[in-house]
């Protein structure tokens, strides 16, 4: 291996600028991964305008890149679970260059079956979605998902789906939409657009509403799924692509007796992206390779 690597670089200017840097060494609780593939998040073009700023970004230069999949190339002092040539897919920064650093709790085993290009494009959503957990998601529970057609969103369904969930509803503003849905394990769709969600979800449910809802639009349906979601129930925030301001009636929120979450990957500590990677191995891992077979 030679000493020094390709990688795009952020920070110096408006645009990614390839430079050569140096292959890295890990330290101690550190693993390199030769890169197989990487995905592109809409993080990496907020990171480049500088409005992203993740804990793990500890000065302006940046190495491009967040999501990644491939094999283990070195290990460092400490670490125990992994070997040089294990498949692992995780979320670091750099992860467009040919070896990134990661700390070796924040990556999760590939099954042998999936596609690099595959796995690259799971773990940030993987970990974002396991808010179904954190929403305290419980077997037999209803799950309405907002805004289910983006990237993140039909991960949402699927990760319901694999939880256990006894219903999945999930929205669209496209009619054309509906058979992808349900091809994923959406159970009832419902198209925002033409129809009231609180009604089309109320109907859904026979009358209480969602246990639990995921928003991954925010703007003001964000008020709108309050209304969806049964008294008691959980409204967990991930995505904000109707934008970031919502006006919502109080009321809505007490006599429904709600629990509003906010969730975000950005803001995550080390500690707290090991527990999410260990959670997904555990509940995710098995049930992929269950279904590639």
């Known amino acids: ?76 002092e400490h670490v125990r679970r992994w070997a040089v040539g294990d498949r692992v897919m995780g979320v670091a920064l750099g992860a467009f260059a040919p070896y990134p ?27 974002t979605e396991h808010a179904v957990a954190q929403g305290g998601f419980g077997l037999r529970q209803s799950v309405l998902a907002v805004g289910a057609t983006s990237s993140v969103g039909l991960i949402g369904v699927q990760l319901a789906k694999t939880l256990g969930a006894s219903q999945v509803i999930a929205t669209t503003t496209s009619d054309s939409k509906v058979d992808a849905l349900k091809s994923v394990g959406a159970d009832v769709v419902v198209n925002t657009a033409s ?32 209304l969806a979601t049964r008294i008691g129930g959980t409204v967990v925030n991930v995505g904000r692509l109707a934008g970031p301001e919502s006006t919502i009636a109080l009321s809505q929120l007490t006599f429904h007796r709600l629990r509003i979450l906010g969730t975000t990957f950005s803001v995550r500590t080390p ?6 990677c260990a959670a997904l191995g555990a509940d995710v891992v098995s049930p992929m390779e269950e279904g590639l077979e």
């Open 1 to 76: 291996m030679t000493s020094t690597m390709r990688a795009p670089m952020g920070g110096a200017g408006p645009e990614w600028e390839v430079r050569d840097v140096d292959v890295p060494k890990p330290g101690p609780g550190q693993i390199r991964v030769r890169v197989r593939a990487g995905a592109v998040n809409r993080a990496d073009l907020y990171m480049l305008q500088g409005t992203y700023n993740p804990r793990a970004k500890t000065g302006d230069l940046l190495t491009a890149g967040l999501e990644f999949a491939g094999e283990v190339d070195a290990v460092g």
């Open 195 to 226: 129809q009231n969600i609180a009604e089309a979800v109320a109907e859904a449910t026979g009358g209480p509403g969602a246990d639990l809802t995921l928003d991954h639009v925010g703007g003001q349906l964000f008020a709108d799924t309050c």
């Open 271 to 276: 500690d707290e992206l090991a527990e999410a």
């Open 101 to 127: 650093l990661v700390d070796h709790r924040h990556v999760i085993t590939v099954p042998k079956s999936l596609p690099w290009t595959d796995a690259a494009a799971l773990p940030a959503a993987l970990a």
